[in-house]
T-cell receptor
Framework: DAGVTQSPTHLIKTRGQQVTLRCSPK?????VSWYQQALGQGPQFIFQ???????QRGNFPDRFSGHQFPNYSSELNVNALLLGDSALYLC????????????FGPGTRLTVT | AQSVTQLGSHVSVSEGALVLLRCNYS??????LFWYVQYPNQGLQLLLK??????LVKGINGFEAEFKKSETSFHLTKPSAHMSDAAEYFCAVSDPGAGSYQLTFGKGTKLSVIP
């Protein structure tokens, strides 16, 4: 049973560019959450998708947007990249509408130069 | 708003010694509480969770944690440290009763195990 998978593993972008990160949830899970983990910090919640809708959003600017597809996979898009966007981006999945523990993928390391 | 404080950004213990990682939370409603472990260059792995059932929760790899409402604490313990326990540990809280599906994490505690 495959767990949560994310692609790419690493990414280097230049300030002002746009980036798309991808996530496939654990089998049987239909809810996907995204977190940003800056170096030396705990993960911070970006947003959560359920039934292809953004259900909840953290304190992140509109430059951060997402999408969930009918197969429950998800994308995180970041526009107009800033140096401060350099971080590990973690995807987590969980089953069902109610809250359940979240299972995390290995993350995508984004470096903005 | 919910929040988590982890006391001690770095804890060192000798192999075979007791591991104690501290977590205090702030929440307006009875929360769900979690401990996750992160090995270098990896994602987060769930160690254990408290979801309003038994206050003493047992997790994987010999870890356990006790929910103490009066102290707003959820400290993580392991009787005997192993070298493979060296990693970063994160405490997290959520308030599903308040309609919040997000996890709020502490800043993490890096555990070093000395041979």
């Amino acid at each position: 049973d495959a767990g949560v998978t994310q692609s790419p593993t690493h990414l280097i972008k230049t300030r002002g560019q746009q980036v798309t990160l991808r996530c496939s949830p654990k089998s049987g899970h239909d809810t996907v959450s995204w977190y940003q983990q800056a170096l030396g910090q705990g993960p911070q919640f970006i947003f959560q998708y359920y039934e292809e809708e953004e259900r909840q959003r953290g304190n992140f600017p509109d430059r951060f947007s997402g999408h969930q597809f009918p197969n429950y996979s998800s994308e995180l898009n970041v526009n107009a990249l800033l140096l401060g966007d350099s971080a590990l981006y973690l995807c987590a999945s969980s089953p069902g509408q109610g809250f359940r523990e979240q299972y995390f993928g290995p993350g995508t390391r984004l470096t903005v130069t | 708003a919910q929040s988590v404080t982890q006391l001690g950004s770095h804890v060192s213990v000798s192999e075979g010694a007791l591991v104690l990682l501290r977590c205090n939370y702030s929440s307006s409603v009875p929360p769900y509480l979690f401990w996750y472990v992160q090995y270098p260059n990896q994602g987060l792995q769930l160690l254990l969770k408290y979801t309003s059932a038994a206050t003493l929760v047992k997790g994987i790899n010999g870890f356990e944690a006790e929910f103490k409402k009066s102290e707003t604490s959820f400290h993580l313990t392991k009787p005997s440290a192993h070298m493979s326990d060296a990693a970063e540990y994160f405490c997290a809280v959520s308030d599903p009763g308040a309609g919040s599906y997000q996890l709020t994490f502490g800043k993490g505690t890096k555990l070093s195990v000395i041979p």
